[in-house]
């Protein structure tokens, strides 16, 4: 592999860590708004943690975290 090849994978490998990211951010904002929806709705945190395949504490934590 020449150094110009090694960049090039270099650079379309971080490119796909970007976007997978972003894919991951908007997922989690998602999932948080709905959480938050079922919880107004009244669902209890430990079902709404069943079904978003979290731990009831994850759940939690995803309510509490800061938006980034």
Same mark, same amino acid.
């Given at each position: 592999? !020449?150094? =110009?090849e090694a960049i090039k994978g270099i650079r379309q490998a $971080? #490119? #796909?860590r970007e976007r997978a990211e972003q894919t991951r951010r908007e997922a989690t904002a998602g *999932? &948080?708004?709905l959480i #938050?929806? =079922?919880q107004t709705s009244g669902v209890s *945190? !430990?079902? *709404? $943690?069943r079904e978003a395949r &979290?731990? !009831?504490q994850? =759940?939690?934590d995803l309510l509490a975290a800061r938006p980034s």
């Open positions: 592999m !020449t150094d =110009a $971080a #490119r #796909r *999932i &948080l708004r #938050r929806e =079922a *945190i !430990t079902q *709404i $943690a &979290l731990s !009831t994850g =759940a939690y």
